[in-house]
């Protein structure tokens, strides 16, 4: 075993994209800095990934670009160079430090891995929900995260909606089984009742 | 969503500052864009867009589906350049597969038609759209009908006008049907008449230029800390594009410029995007002269599914493809990152693979989304109704934004 059933990105296939550094939470800001010293001047992307068998279970992924910050014709950007740091987030300390104030875009990039992965950013200014609704309880894009959600998220359906799929068998979405087998256990609880008068 | 106002507890309501909702249904802000607006009289004091109102949870359900069924789901995230997402997605597999150079010369050509047509596609809804914000109601006609014939072209060889899911992982999905290259040369004739009509209604008009020019404008380093990218970034006079820096589907092989204006404004962006479109064109018809016969997906039955006519007679054919089929591709494990240059910026895919048949994570960077935050930095100090032009010159899709 390679282990890159746990963690695929042990693994690196011969793929050129960019250079590719791993490094620990404590390191963070000072290594992010000085790659922006480097000439790293542009955030690509800011995201997640849940590897639920590993220790530590997340990783955060920076993509960086080198780039000029001032205007440049296409000769001078020439082939840019990519960079990727990969960060490693235990499940006990879901914490990073904020690199909004390196780069003003980590600002909705934090808040989407905190919406949707639960990790916290320490010293964002403004650490909301993003994408789901503010009242919304859960991770969604954790790998132990229902992918329909949790049933009691789920508005009821209008009567006629449970009759029609009891009739046909199938579970009326946003009721639990036990809920259906009482139903069912009901409805032919009727139906025997009704059965002498037939 | 909640009923209340998400961002109304980061804005400050003090002195002669007013809160305003503007959207999510307002008809301006292109879909289904919250903006809450701390405003003194008509200028805007703070601008925080609230997103999140088309979230569909496409990453999620990526995460579900084979690898070649993940592919429909994300064509639907950027819905007005679907084309766009399929090809990144589809090259990012393909680097993780190792198949990268054996990708059918004929192929290659035909992706490059593809996506081209779609970016032009792509910025008629946004000249459409744009012009109908500012007032110029028939720009829309004109732009609209350009992009059904090119929506045309896009059916006739996918099969669907919107979301034909032509490009497969390894290939295509079909050739191209009889006819289609005279197709492409009636859409080749038609276009220039079109963008020099294009031209002489906005481009010189001074009502358009007074709403665009010097409104929204963004430096060079500004664009850069916001991580714009694509025709708003080439606005800002650094012509940074994707296609010519990290060259994908042979675009090494085609004669093209990057327009880029230096003013950074509304005004400059829109030209950027009509430059664009006369570039794109002018690829599609070199790809279209360079075009031979041959074939068009990847010869591995262990990626693409035999062709139907081998299956009628050859045993080992049929059973590759129900396995193809039933059971899904397998992807070896590792980690990439693939970017192509999307009508709006850099579209990227971080992919995942642990080697199943489903990919373990797809994590999009939408330029959309970076495009938009920008207007936090970019609308205070303007009137609400320049904020209108900033929104429309971004070319925002929420498709995109919110997944």
Same mark, same amino acid.
């Given at each position: 075993m390679d282990g890159s059933a746990i963690d695929p990105t042990v693994l690196r296939p011969p793929i050129e994209d960019a250079a590719i550094e791993r490094i620990a939470p404590a390191e963070l800001r000072t290594r992010l800095q000085a790659l922006r010293e480097d000439g790293y001047m542009m955030l690509l992307d800011l995201g997640a990934v849940d590897y639920p068998q590993r220790v530590p279970r997340f990783d955060v992924v920076y993509h960086l670009l080198k780039m000029p910050v001032a205007a440049a014709t296409p000769d001078q950007i020439g082939t840019p160079q990519r960079y990727r740091l990969l960060c490693g987030v235990p499940i006990e300390n879901l914490s990073l430090p904020t690199i909004t104030d390196l780069w003003r875009n980590a600002d909705w990039a934090e808040r989407e891995v905190f919406d949707l992965f639960g990790i916290t950013f320490e010293g964002h200014p403004d650490l909301r929900r993003i994408q789901m609704p503010t009242h919304w309880e859960g991770h969604p894009l954790r790998k132990d995260y229902p992918l329909r959600g949790p049933a009691k998220e789920r508005s009821p359906r209008p009567p006629f909606a449970n009759k029609s799929n009891l009739v046909a068998g199938t579970p009326p979405s946003g009721r639990t089984a036990e809920a259906l087998q009482q139903q069912v256990a009901l409805r032919q609880a009727q139906d025997r009742k009704e059965e002498p008068k037939a | 969503m909640p009923l209340e106002p998400q961002g109304s507890q980061v804005l400050a309501q003090d002195g002669n500052a007013m809160v305003l909702s503007m959207g #999510?249904? !307002? #008809?301006?802000? !292109? +879909?289904v864009l919250q903006i809450m607006l701390e405003i003194e009289g008509e200028s805007v004091v703070k601008a925080e867009p609230e997103i999140g109102y088309l979230h569909t949870g496409i990453e999620k359900s990526a995460e579900n589906l084979f690898w070649t069924q993940a592919q429909t789901v994300i064509e639907r995230m950027d819905y007005l350049a679907p084309e766009s997402n399929s090809l990144c997605y589809a090259l990012a597999v393909e680097k993780l597969l190792g198949i990268t150079d054996r990708i059918p010369e004929r192929a290659q050509q035909i992706r490059v038609i593809v996506a081209e047509l779609t970016r032009i596609a792509s910025h008629c809804v946004w000249l459409g759209t744009h012009g109908i914000d500012l007032g110029a109601l028939s720009i829309f006609f004109y732009c609209f009908d350009l992009r059904e014939n090119i929506l045309d072209v896009q059916e006739a060889a996918g /099969? *669907? &006008?919107? !979301? #034909?899911? $032509?490009? &497969?992982? +390894? /290939?295509?999905? *079909?050739d191209l049907p009889d006819g289609h290259v005279e197709r492409l040369d009636a859409l080749l004739k038609k276009f220039p008449t079109r963008m020099r009509e294009l031209r002489a209604i906005l481009q010189k008009n001074p009502i358009w230029q007074d709403r665009t020019i010097d409104v929204g404008t963004v430096t060079p380093e500004q664009a850069v800390a916001w991580g714009l990218t694509g025709p708003a970034l080439r606005a800002s /006079?650094? *012509? $940074?594009?994707v296609r010519k820096a990290f060259p994908y589907s042979g675009y090494e092989n085609y004669k093209f410029d990057v327009p880029t204006r230096t003013e950074g404004d509304a005004y400059a962006r829109f030209v950027v995007r009509l430059d664009e479109m006369e570039q794109s064109m002018r690829i599609v018809q070199q790809a279209r002269d360079a075009m031979k016969a041959g074939p068009i997906m990847i010869d591995d039955a262990k990626i693409a599914p035999p062709p139907k006519e081998a299956i009628a007679l050859s045993m080992e054919a049929l059973i590759h493809h129900f396995k193809v089929v039933s059971e899904g591709i397998r992807v070896p494990p590792g980690d990439v990152y693939q970017a192509i240059e999307s009508p709006r910026g850099e579209l990227g895919y971080y992919v995942v693979s642990d080697g199943n048949n489903k990919p373990f994570r797809v994590r999009t960077r939408p330029p959309s989304l970076y495009n938009l935050q920008a207007l936090k930095g970019i609308a205070p100090g303007n009137l609400i109704a320049d904020l209108v032009v900033m929104i429309g010159s971004l070319d925002p899709v929420f498709g995109e934004v919110d997944r």
């Open positions: - | #999510p249904q !307002h #008809p301006s802000t !292109h +879909g /099969g *669907a &006008r919107m !979301h #034909p899911n $032509y490009v &497969r992982i +390894g /290939g295509l999905q *079909a /006079g650094i *012509a $940074y594009d």
